[in-house]
C-alpha cells in the first residue's frame, strides 16, 4: 500500500533562515512523488516532482527536495525562506493503479517571521 | 484559457437538500478526480473516473455519487446533504502516468 506522512504539521521560520519540511512515504512501488503549496484560500500549485529520475529535484520559487530511498524520504527545502512562502505545503504519492490517484499527506502549515 | 473548471465556487445547503457539482475539463483528459478538504486532513479522494462511462470509489465515498456521460465532465452530487459534508472541494483530471495533474479552483460548500 502507498500513502504518505508529514512530520510536522506546523513550522515557524524567520523571514531569511532555512526551511524543512518532513515527508516520509511508503510504497510497493517505485513512487511519484510531488509537492503542493497552497496559500490561504487558492487552489493547488505544483512545487516539484519527483519520477525516478535525478533524485534531487529542483521546484519553483527556489525549492527543492531530495529523494532518499534508504530513508523512504521525500523532504522538501528552500535555503531562505520569504514572507510570501507562508502558506500550506502538501506531500503527495502518486499510486500507479487506481487511476493514477494521488494520496496527500496531512499538511504542513508554513509561517514565515519578519 | 485551458484548465479545470469547477461550478459553483460557493454554495450554502440545507440539511436533506441536494445538489451536483460540476467539473469541466478541456483538456482531453482520460482520468479525472474528486477530493475533499478538511482542515487537518490534507485531501482525500472521494471518487474517480479513469475515462468516459467509468466512476470508482476513493477513499471517502459514502454520501456521494458521481457521473462521468462525457469525458469533458465530472459530476459530483450530493442526494441528501449532511454537516459532515461542509469542506472544500476539488476537481482534478490527467493525462496520466507520467503526466501532471490540473486542479480546479475549488467548491466552497457549507451544510447547515
Known amino acids: 500500500a502507498q500513502s504518505v506522512t508529514q512530520l510536522d504539521s506546523h513550522v515557524s521560520v524567520s523571514e531569511g533562515t532555512p526551511v524543512l519540511l518532513r515527508c516520509n512515504y511508503s510504497?510497493?512501488?517505485?513512487?511519484?512523488l510531488f509537492w503542493y503549496v497552497q496559500h490561504p484560500n487558492k487552489g493547488l500549485q505544483l512545487l516539484l516532482k519527483y519520477t525516478s529520475a535525478a533524485t534531487l529535484v529542483k521546484g519553483i520559487n527556489g525549492f527543492e527536495a531530495e529523494f532518499k530511498k534508504s530513508e523512504t524520504s521525500f523532504h522538501l527545502t528552500k535555503p531562505s525562506a520569504h514572507m510570501s512562502d507562508a502558506a500550506e505545503y502538501f506531500c503527495?504519492?502518486?499510486?500507479?493503479?487506481?487511476?493514477?490517484?494521488?494520496?496527500f499527506g496531512q499538511g504542513t502549515e508554513l509561517s514565515v517571521k519578519p | 484559457n485551458a484548465g479545470v473548471t469547477q461550478t459553483p465556487k460557493f454554495r450554502v445547503l440545507k440539511t436533506g437538500q441536494s445538489m451536483t457539482l460540476l467539473c469541466a475539463q478541456d483538456m482531453n483528459h482520460e482520468y479525472m478526480y474528486w477530493y475533499r478538504q478538511d482542515p487537518g486532513m490534507g485531501l482525500r479522494l472521494i471518487h474517480y473516473?479513469?475515462?468516459?462511462?467509468?466512476?470508482a470509489k476513493g477513499e471517502v465515498p459514502d454520501g456521494y455519487n458521481v457521473s462521468r456521460l462525457k469525458k469533458q465532465n465530472f459530476l459530483l452530487g450530493l442526494e441528501s446533504a449532511a454537516p459532515s459534508q461542509t469542506s472544500v472541494y476539488f476537481c482534478a483530471s490527467s493525462a496520466g502516468t507520467p503526466y501532471g495533474y490540473t486542479f480546479g479552483s475549488g467548491t466552497r460548500l457549507t451544510v447547515v
Open positions: 510504497s510497493s512501488y517505485s513512487p511519484s
Open positions: 503527495v504519492v502518486r499510486f500507479y493503479n487506481q487511476g493514477g490517484k494521488l494520496i
Open positions: 473516473s479513469v475515462g468516459e462511462g467509468t466512476t
